[in-house]
């Protein structure tokens, strides 16, 4: 017997080259998910001017609750933030967000846009910052909930795993849990054309990959320079040119890095792809995927 879905709430925000009406990623996202959305008893938390959009155009109302939020001006953003870590009252704590990101946006670099994408790491909480992963995230809480994704349009390009290209990063407090995840997955991942990672960590998971009966000598993984000499930059140059959609990213939200800047521009060219590239930037976040597309 299918166990009821689990209720969660999350938030949706986007910014204002994604709300254009009509054609705006906000809107094509929500058009996309009206009918999976309608059978998860979600509520949404939706900031201000996102809120506006969808009312204007008569979108998800009546599928699911909507609570709209401040504006971002009159601490909207803020206030989500504080919800994900927990917020004021237990039921009014937010289970993840989606956030339509425009790399060139000015607000994508204000304090609660970074904080808020910190605490979704710190808490395990999935962070969506791209209309791909916006669209598979519905499809991976239907899976979970014991519904098939056919309710979300268009999802089963965002679903071939054989026609696209992971890469997996990870900071040197994850490695550990990076090879964890990919020796629970190991099939899952192979199923992917291509798979890339930085240095250290590509060397890792090409060990553990021959250690699973990988041919030998045949790399896994390719490997690009490790963080610090630059290998972020190269595959942010790869999500460019379309030849990664999608990113597994173990982030450390605990220390300061080096090479912070590097980080920032990889994750805004996923940003900039948004609308093929999807990121997963925990191990909690992962492993959720993983076990969803399980079901497939």
Request: charged fraction near 20%; charge should be neutral; proline fraction near 6%.
């Amino acid at each position: 017997m299918t166990s009821l879905p689990t209720e969660l709430r999350f938030a949706l925000v986007a910014h204002r080259l994604h709300r254009q009406p009509g054609t705006g990623a906000l809107q094509r996202w929500a058009r996309s998910c009206e009918s999976a959305l309608g059978r998860l008893p979600w509520r949404l938390a939706v900031v201000g001017a996102s809120h506006d959009a969808l009312e204007r155009e008569a979108l998800l109302v009546g599928q699911l609750p909507l609570e709209r939020l401040p504006s971002g001006r009159e601490g909207g953003l803020m206030r989500v933030v504080s919800r994900v870590a927990g917020g004021l009252a237990p039921e009014r704590a937010l289970d993840g967000v989606f956030f339509l990101m425009d790399p060139v946006d000015p607000s994508s670099t204000f304090p609660e846009a970074q904080a808020l994408k910190r605490q979704c790491v710190t808490h395990g909480k999935p962070f969506v910052p791209t209309l791909a992963g916006a669209l598979e995230w519905v499809a991976v809480e239907s899976l979970r909930a014991g519904l098939d994704g056919t309710g979300v349009h268009g999802i089963g390009p965002l679903l071939d795993l054989e026609s696209q290209t992971a890469a997996l990063i990870a900071h040197d407090a994850r490695k550990t849990q990076m090879v964890e995840f990919v020796g629970e997955h190991f099939e899952l991942l192979s199923r992917f054309g291509s798979r890339v990672a930085t240095g250290t960590t590509g060397g890792l998971l090409n060990e553990l990959a021959w250690s699973r009966g990988w041919p030998a000598g045949q790399p896994w993984v390719q490997r690009y320079q490790s963080g610090p000499l630059g290998g972020d930059a190269q595959i942010a140059e790869l999500v460019l040119d379309g030849r990664c959609q999608k990113v597994i990213f173990f982030e450390d939200p605990h220390v300061a890095r080096q090479h912070e800047a590097d980080i920032q521009l990889m994750e805004r060219a996923v940003w900039s792809a948004g609308e093929h590239t999807s990121c997963l930037n925990s191990p909690a976040m992962a492993r959720r995927w993983a076990q969803a597309l399980g079901r497939l």
